[in-house]
């Protein structure tokens, strides 16, 4: 697996903020199951100029177009299932409102929120809360036509049970529902054709990137390609029709040239276009409006190859993007005065450019759930040599803030009222400046050791690059060269994050995790690996839990003495980082980061549910409309925050349905 990659950082960390902006925009749409919908805001949109809501626009239209090919990334059956449903719903001849249709509803606002039918963040199956037999009775009333193979696929929970696994000792292709192999390609054959077909070269080629490995009649295995005339070539036709609308009011010759490799990319599939694209796009740091569109990020592969769908279409936010230039100016500083051992610092820290941006549209894996921050590109010889963006998405996090207001979480977590009055103080841009340390300077700290392949910690590197990441910015956000620097205020501020990152990672962070279930998602897993870690090695009573009425709290006693922890831990990740150190790795995972202790789950899920909140939010987003002028041309890009959740999956379904029920 690739170590640096989108990181979906935690909406948790995101809780309640101080501002005082007056609440008229409603960021709250729609609750079902443990998800909530949001509506984000896309402040300066209308002080773009008209080509660059031209850009927006045209970009936002490709981003949609490739809505089907996640779906079935996600699962060769997604899309037969969410056409099935749809047609149901819409055709539907009885009243709406009884018991079973809601919970139908229920269930087709879930698999739209999933881009199939596992949970995004879990990845198990969920199930219907209706019966085959009323779901096969209703299709038949409505003439509803359905291939009878989606039947087991949706009800029986023992077939095809989970997208992703990470499971030791099985098979994890096989084991896997995620359509990034085709039927009956083994774990061995894949990586034995990955081994084989590998680019060694200086500046290799990501062979796997864009493809499924499906197996021929006689056992061979062989790809097929993700590009137009080629597999999902329908959808990558329609995203490249919109693509060279773009490229016609692209803002400068660095943007065009990074829109027409990505064209060439999928008209032709290959992939030193795919380079160029990235080393192209990493160059332009000039252009306002910006966007990532493509198979990028490689989580979902159980082999982590092959890259999901994504796009994401924004615009840099000019003030804010201030803050994170004052973190990479100082990127030497921070690698040399990190705690990590000087063989493992890099001598020049180059290439970390920051910017704060503003999400125009969301799409593929970055919908409705969506990151917080990127980093990229994911290729480490163009990192090495050509540098990486990182951004942090505000509007996403102002609108999680805002939406989460007064929700009543703090109040029953939190120890006290001195560390509430501290969190609404300063957590918010403790939040912020947490997550540009951990993409600006975080990701690009450090160096492997010669020989050291990046490959080395396997199925655990993600768990540990982002603890590395997470580790970096924590141990900075005490340091009082973020108050030398203006962006904190005082010397306490830091105490705000602390706390909640580690309230967060030894306990409230179960409120994602079912009883009896481990931890598996990769930055859970780094979450509750720093917590307990240093809180295992806080051997002073530096922080303890407490118990106060049949409750548990964290309380923190010697913040300084936390932070030295924080050090010492990074201190080792960067060294088994550096190193290599697998076995390193595969302990400190094993022994902090997955299981969970079930008494303090059992009271963590109880003190939670009577808050009745939604773990996991998504986004609807906004609806952008083209104003034609009497010339024909366009002469304004109006945005519209009005659509429903299910007005817009409905909308999107009927107007970017773009492949066939198999592919
Ligand atoms: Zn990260």
């Known amino acids: 697996m690739k170590i640096n990659r989108l990181c979906a ?174 039927e009956g390609v083994t774990q061995a054959e894949a990586e034995a054709w990955y081994d084989a077909h590998k680019d060694t070269t200086d500046e290799p080629l990501w062979i796997g990137l864009n493809s499924q490995l499906c197996k021929d009649s006689t056992g061979a295995i062989y790809e097929r390609v993700y590009k137009i005339g080629g597999l999902y070539g329908a959808a990558l036709e329609k995203v490249n029709f919109w693509l060279e609308k773009a490229l016609t009011v692209a803002e400068n010759d660095n943007q065009r040239e ?20 990235c080393i192209a796009w990493v160059k332009d740091l000039q252009s306002r409006v910006d966007f990532v569109n493509g198979f990028t990020e490689t989580y979902s592969d159980p082999l982590g190859i092959t890259g999901t769908w994504e796009s994401l279409v924004n615009f840099k936010d000019m003030e804010a993007t201030r803050r994170t230039e004052i973190i990479s100016d100082n990127a030497q500083w921070f690698e040399d005065h990190s705690t990590t051992n000087p063989i493992y610092k890099k001598e020049e820290v180059k290439g970390v450019s920051a910017k704060v941006i503003t999400a125009a549209i969301l799409a593929g894996d970055c919908y409705p759930a969506t990151p917080i921050g990127i980093n990229l590109p994911n290729a480490n010889w163009i990192r090495k040599s050509y540098g990486s963006k990182s951004v942090t998405i505000d509007n996403l996090v102002s609108a999680y803030n805002e939406a989460a207001k007064g929700n009543g979480f703090n109040e029953e977590f939190m120890i006290d009222d001195d560390i509430r009055a501290l969190y609404d103080k300063y957590g918010a841009r403790c939040g912020d400046l947490h997550t540009d340390l951990h993409e600006c ?123 030295r922890v924080v050090g010492d831990m990074l201190a080792e990740i960067q060294r088994i980082t550096s190193e290599g150190d697998y076995d390193a790795a595969k302990q400190l995972v094993e022994m902090y980061a997955v299981k969970v202790e079930p008494n303090l789950h059992k009271e963590i899920l109880e003190r939670y549910a009577v808050l009745n909140l939604a773990p996991y939010k998504g986004f609807v987003n906004p609806v952008y409309t083209p104003v034609i002028g009497k010339n024909g041309a366009i002469k304004d890009v109006q945005i519209d925050y009005t659509e429903g959740y299910i007005e817009q999956h409905l909308r999107y379904s009927r107007d970017y349905s773009n492949l066939p029920d198999i592919n």
């Open 441 to 563: 300077v975080g990701h690009g700290s450090g160096k492997l050791m010669p020989g050291v392949s990046k490959d080395a910690l396997k199925e655990h590197a993600s768990t540990i690059e982002e603890a590395r990441a997470d580790l970096f910015a924590l141990y900075f956000l005490a340091d009082d060269k973020l108050v030398e620097l203006g962006l904190l205020p005082d010397k306490e501020a830091y105490k705000a994050a602390y706390y909640q990152q580690m309230m967060n990672g030894l306990m409230t962070q179960l409120v994602r995790i079912e009883p009896g279930k481990d931890i598996e998602e990769a930055h859970m897993r780094n979450r509750q690996l720093i917590a307990a870690w240093v809180y295992d090695h806080c051997e002073n009573n530096e922080m303890e839990i407490i118990e106060r009425d049949n409750k548990h709290y964290l309380q923190i006693n010697d913040y300084p003495g936390v932070r």
């Open 258 to 277: 990074v829109i027409a490799h990505l064209i060439e990319l999928n008209r032709s599939g290959d992939l030193r276009s795919f380079n160029a694209y």
């Open 9 to 182: 950082l935690t909406i948790m960390a995101v809780v309640l903020c101080a501002c005082n902006k007056e609440q008229k925009f409603t960021y709250n749409v729609d609750k079902f199951y443990d998800l909530e919908i949001l509506r984000y805001e896309v402040p300066g949109f209308d002080e773009l100029t008209l080509q660059q809501k031209e850009l927006v626009y045209y970009l936002s239209e490709a981003a949609l177009q490739g809505r089907d090919i996640l779906f079935d990334q996600n699962g060769r059956y997604n899309l037969r299932i969410r056409r099935a449903l749809e047609a149901l719903y819409l055709n539907y001849p009885y009243e709406k409102n009884t018991e079973e249709f809601i919970l139908f509803e229920k269930y087709l606002k879930r698999v739209w929120f999933s881009n199939g039918i596992y949970h995004h963040y879990s990845e198990d199956k969920f199930l219907p809360e209706f019966t085959q037999e009323w779901f096969v009775n209703a299709c038949a009333q409505a003439n509803v036509q359905y291939d009878a193979a989606i039947l087991p696929v949706m009800f029986d929970p023992a077939v095809m049970p989970k997208r992703t696994t990470q499971q030791d000792g099985v098979d994890l292709v096989l084991n896997s529902a995620g359509n990034y192999y085709g």
